[in-house]
Each structure stands twice: as structure tokens, then as C-alpha cells.
């Protein structure tokens, strides 16, 4: 389990886990068969100052700002952020098999196919987010149950996590 905080609705304190629930909330309240989703994290100071009246601050650090992304690979191919956005998120539906072993104790996944789910599968919403100074979280919540619970795992989406990290290097176009 991670070291981040988790409230009793399963729901992490921190500013990233903050913005990747109001996130998962965001995508939740749409329904399922959603395409992938990105996500600027962007301060809300910053949002409050610049747009005055627009955006009310509510306390939370980072504002979720959603960005268009017809092609999710592509766009974390070639996606730079400017040095007003703090950090980027991906919401997106998975298709989630057990481990395939018995000492590995990550689930595998792929980008859901609702048609392909099979006995052995499971769908399931993923949020992953990095901040620019290197700290990143992934939330997983199973499409099953009333209450889906909401879970992590410090080895959850090991590479979309380095895709978003990515999208933040120092050799990108204005940096």
C-alpha cells in the first residue's frame, strides 16, 4: 500500500490525491464507456488570480483543468506542459486481469474494451497523475459493486506513470 493518506471513504489527503479523486469523481459522475481523459493540474492560486470570479477557491491546491486528447499515445508522445501547469493526470477505463503469478501481486491491465471483458477480468476506472517534482499516484476503482472501493499501489500503472513524468522533461519545447 502507498504511504499516502487515505481518508475512511478510501479517498487520499494529499494535494495529488485530492485532485485525482475530484478527478475520478468528474469522469464517475459521466458513466462508463468513456474514452481516455487528460487532465492539467494547475494551481489554483494561480487559476484564481487570472481568472478572477471564475474559479473559486475551495482550498484545494490544484484545480483539474481537462485538456482535449482525440489519441492518448500520441498525445503523451509529444505533450509538453507550460511552467503554469504543476502536474497532469489520465483518467481511463481498463480491463483488469489477475496477476499472472503467484509472486506477483499487481494486477495487469489493458485500455478497456467492454466487449473483450471476459470471466477472468474484470473493468475498472484508473487515474494516474504525476507532479513536476517527481511525485506520482494511481487510483484504481473496480466498475463492480455497489460501493466500488477505491484503491492503490505504489506499482499501479508503473508506466503510464513514466509517460505523464515525461510529459514534464527538461528537454521539452520551452522548458
Known amino acids: 500500500m502507498s504511504d499516502t493518506p487515505i481518508t475512511p471513504r478510501g479517498l487520499p489527503t494529499d494535494d495529488l490525491g485530492r485532485a485525482l479523486s475530484e478527478i475520478m469523481e468528474h469522469v464517475d459522475a459521466a458513466g462508463w464507456g468513456q ?66 503469478s503467484e509472486d506477483d501481486t499487481v494486477p495487469r491491465y489493458t485500455v478497456a474494451d467492454h ?37 492503490t499501489h505504489p506499482q499501479l500503472a508503473t508506466e503510464l506513470r513514466a509517460a505523464l513524468h515525461g510529459t514534464f522533461a527538461p528537454d521539452a519545447p520551452g522548458s
Not at 54 to 77: R, Y
Open 115 to 151: 466487449d473483450d471483458a471476459g470471466t477472468d477480468t474484470e473493468i475498472a476506472r484508473l487515474v494516474v497523475g504525476v507532479l513536476r517534482n517527481g511525485t506520482d499516484l494511481a487510483l484504481l476503482r473496480p466498475a463492480s459493486g455497489e460501493t466500488p472501493e477505491l484503491l
Open 35 to 100: 474514452s481516455p481523459s487528460v487532465f492539467a493540474l494547475v494551481p489554483t492560486a494561480l487559476l484564481t488570480e487570472r481568472v478572477p470570479g471564475v474559479i473559486a477557491d475551495d482550498g484545494s491546491v490544484f484545480t483539474p483543468v481537462e485538456e482535449e486528447c482525440p489519441d492518448l499515445d500520441e498525445f503523451l508522445a509529444t505533450a509538453w506542459w507550460p511552467d503554469s501547469v504543476e502536474g497532469a493526470a489520465v483518467a481511463m477505463e481498463i480491463v483488469v486481469a489477475d496477476p499472472e
